[in-house]
């Protein structure tokens, strides 16, 4: 890598010609394919922004400028031209790098995102901030096609444009959000990209460049002249126009060249907000990413000479068996419809969107519509399934509060990568599920254990008459237990996998992922001191088994709580504001997940921080219990 190791920032990015930013281009590629299919990550969404990037650091000054990268899950490129190079190998791993922007990581990255559509607010902010300080500087806010079918880049635009700051928007259009992106603006994006424009521009535009005053000519002139030829320029765009936007493109978001020279002219603009309309290939430059963009949006470690995944895991995740079962029920019950936030591979809907496409609503990256117009579809008598990520559903609160809970409707929420995800860290661990939703009247929320409780728990929920909630993490865990009694599931009532017994009268109270490792640690207990520790799978968090509570009270057994979640507003939290409600004993502990955003690595690793693993769980108990081996042995 003869070029890219001698870059340490972005100054060293400037000093390069024109040949030498192709040849990094390459070097950079090959680092990204390189890591990714060691580490995983983002690969195809990155191939495509690297001239991009390039030429964003040739002609702005990060961090004076702030270039931000909505998501940011297409920053690699970004990463490696300011000054992290080194620590590139590390991206993903525990205490390595992140693959999503870090401030703490570096200046160059504004925030720390992974959620779409927020770049355009967070630049009218640090844009309005440099006004109101009388600073100069540029700020450029990067938008993929997909992240323009978020609302809050609207809200933003919208009010950008009326108040004409100084802001550049690049849209960074390659036809893609993670599938191939929807709704009536890509057919508009896609009129754009055939019109006259994009071919007629481009030439154009060289022209037109070529024409510009050289380097010290007088500045008003200069400023004068870009102005004029950027005018000229606009020939479509109109949406962003009536937006306050001045529309320039398309443009080859490839060409490096193309691209200096555009932005060179951005930066003498002062008088309004500019939206850059640039193209790109998703999986620019590794042909199979080209070939199949969504396959390799974001993927596990690969090899790179054919794509396979270095390790085949046979095992179904969560959301292929809950997408399955959703099949299953809409094949019997005409009532069910599926809806995705643009994420219907992801979350496991795509089965469903083969076999029912009538049925079936991608509403691009919109959670908040997603759930009120499911709120419509309900009340009209259908019954919707709106599958999505945790971490994504958190944009979607109120709409759930005011336009689904209010309304006690059928809408289910099937809320998938719940507790921690892994390597996409903190921005994407869906651990507030509990606080967030338990307390919302009218609510159901169930967190099934296992892949079998999660096909009945699913089913069940087309017996209710208001809200719910299904939570699953992202891995599918294999049936491991069944409760002593033999009962089915049933929703309000708990199940008890493991008994105590008169001496220990111990409980342990878990729900989903956890409930696996309570039965384990259970297990640890019983095999190195003794004890019978009993199971408890909590799966109905609301409404709760108070019958099993009460009993639970009665008996005076000692409650442990355990869960994947944050622990304040959580589950423990509520059995223990039940303990005093009932006048019964509180809980000997309450283990859950720390106050703080955890970072990324392996859940394993994660868990293991968080003092979550079967291990850990059961020496917190022993300690809990101030039980020693040798005392109960
Ligand atoms: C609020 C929210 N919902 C869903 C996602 C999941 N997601 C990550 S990237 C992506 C597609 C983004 O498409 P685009 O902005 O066009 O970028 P590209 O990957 O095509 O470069 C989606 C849906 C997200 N990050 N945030």
């Known amino acids: 890598m003869a070029l890219l190791s001698q870059i340490h920032g972005p100054d060293d990015v400037k000093k390069l010609s024109l040949e030498q930013c192709g040849a990094l281009a390459t070097e950079i590629r090959q680092t990204i394919i390189d890591t990714v299919s060691r580490q995983g990550g983002h690969l195809a969404s990155n191939l495509g922004n690297v001239e991009l990037t390039i030429a964003l650091h040739r002609v702005f000054n990060s961090p004076t400028d702030k270039i931000l990268f909505d998501v940011?899950?297409?920053?690699?490129?970004?990463?490696?031209?300011?000054?992290?190079?080194?620590?590139?190998?590390?991206?993903?791993?525990?205490q390595g790098m992140s693959g999503f922007p870090c401030h703490a990581e570096s200046e160059h990255d504004l925030f720390d995102t992974g959620h779409s559509s927020t770049a355009i607010s967070m630049a009218l902010g640090l844009a309005r901030a440099r006004d109101l300080?009388?600073?100069?500087?540029?700020?450029?806010?990067?938008?993929?096609?997909?992240?323009?079918?978020?609302?809050?880049?609207?809200?933003?635009?919208?009010?950008?444009?009326?108040g004409k700051s100084r802001l550049i928007v690049i849209l960074n259009d390659n036809e893609m959000s993670i599938s191939r992106n929807v709704g009536a603006l890509s057919t508009y994006f896609k009129h754009l990209r055939a019109s006259a424009s994009w071919y007629g521009g481009k030439k154009r535009i060289k022209h037109r460049l070529q024409s510009i005053p050289l380097l010290g000519k007088p500045v008003a002139g200069m400023i004068e002249n870009a102005k004029n030829m950027i005018k000229s320029l606009v020939t479509e765009g109109e949406m962003f126009e009536a937006l306050g936007f001045r529309y320039l493109g398309p443009f080859d978001g490839h060409n490096i060249d193309e691209m200096t020279r555009v932005l060179e002219q951005a930066k003498r603009v002062s008088d309004t907000p500019l939206l850059i309309h640039v193209i790109t290939k998703k999986g620019y430059g590794y042909d199979l990413a080209e070939r199949q963009p969504e396959k390799f949006h974001g993927v596990a470690p690969f090899r790179v000479e054919n794509g396979l995944k270095r390790n085949q895991s046979p095992k179904a995740s969560a959301a292929q068996i809950a997408g399955k079962a959703l099949c299953a029920m809409a094949a019997e019950d005409p009532?069910?419809?599926?809806?995705?936030?643009?994420?219907?591979?992801?979350?496991?809907?795509?089965?469903?969107?083969?076999?029912?496409?009538?049925?079936?609503?991608?509403?691009?990256?919109?959670?908040?519509?997603?759930?009120?117009?499911?709120?419509?579809?309900?009340?009209?008598?259908?019954?919707?399934?709106?599958a999505v990520y945790s971490t994504f559903l958190q944009r979607a609160y109120d709409q759930i509060v005011h336009d689904v809970c209010l309304q006690n409707l059928p809408v289910c929420i099937m809320s998938d990568h719940v507790a921690l995800v892994g390597d996409d860290g903190k921005t994407h661990h869906g651990v507030l599920s509990v606080p967030m939703l338990m307390s919302i009247p009218n609510m159901t929320l169930l967190a099934p254990r296992d892949t079998q409780t999660l096909t009945d728990g699913l089913r069940a929920t087309l017996g209710l008459e208001g809200?719910?909630?299904?939570?699953?993490?992202?891995d599918g865990i294999e049936p491991y237990a069944k409760p002593i009694d033999g009962c089915p599931l049933q929703i309000g009532r708990w199940q008890k996998l493991r008994e105590t017994d008169a001496?220990?009268?111990?409980?342990?109270?878990?729900?989903?992922?956890?409930?696996?490792?309570?039965?384990?640690?259970?297990?640890?207990?019983?095999?190195?001191?003794?004890?019978?520790?009993?199971?408890?799978?909590?799966?109905?968090?609301?409404?709760?088994?108070?019958?099993c509570l009460k009993a639970l009270f009665e008996a005076k057994t000692r409650l442990?709580?355990?869960e994947e979640g944050e622990l304040i507003g959580g589950f423990g939290s509520e059995i223990a504001r039940l303990c005093v409600e009932h006048h019964a004993q509180e809980p000997a502990a309450i283990f859950g997940l720390?106050?703080?955003?955890?970072?990324?690595?392996?859940?394993?690793?994660?868990?293991?921080?968080?003092?979550?693993?079967?291990?850990?769980?059961?020496e917190r108990i022993r300690k809990v219990l101030c039980v020693t081996e040798k005392e109960h042995g």
Not at 467 to 474: D, F, G, L, R, S
């Open 72 to 94: 940011g899950h297409q920053i690699y490129a970004h990463k490696l031209l300011t000054g992290r190079q080194d620590r590139f190998d590390t991206l993903r791993s525990y």
């Open 133 to 162: 300080k009388g600073e100069k500087h540029h700020v450029v806010a990067v938008v993929g096609d997909g992240a323009l079918t978020g609302g809050m880049c609207y809200e933003a635009m919208n009010d950008a444009g009326n």
């Open 335 to 386: 009532r069910v419809v599926a809806i995705t936030a643009a994420m219907a591979g992801g979350t496991g809907l795509s089965q469903f969107a083969e076999y029912y496409p009538e049925r079936f609503f991608d509403v691009g990256i919109a959670e908040q519509h997603a759930v009120s117009m499911a709120a419509g579809l309900a009340r009209a008598g259908v019954r919707p399934y709106f």
């Open 467 to 474: 809200p719910c909630v299904i939570q699953y993490p992202k």
């Open 503 to 547: 001496r220990d009268n111990c409980v342990i109270l878990a729900y989903g992922r956890m409930t696996k490792h309570a039965m384990e640690a259970a297990r640890i207990l019983h095999d190195q001191a003794g004890l019978h520790i009993g199971v408890i799978d909590c799966w109905s968090l609301r409404p709760m088994d108070m019958d």
């Open 560 to 562: 442990i709580t355990i």
């Open 594 to 618: 720390p106050n703080r955003f955890i970072a990324h690595g392996t859940v394993d690793q994660l868990l293991e921080e968080c003092g979550l693993t079967s291990e850990q769980i059961a």
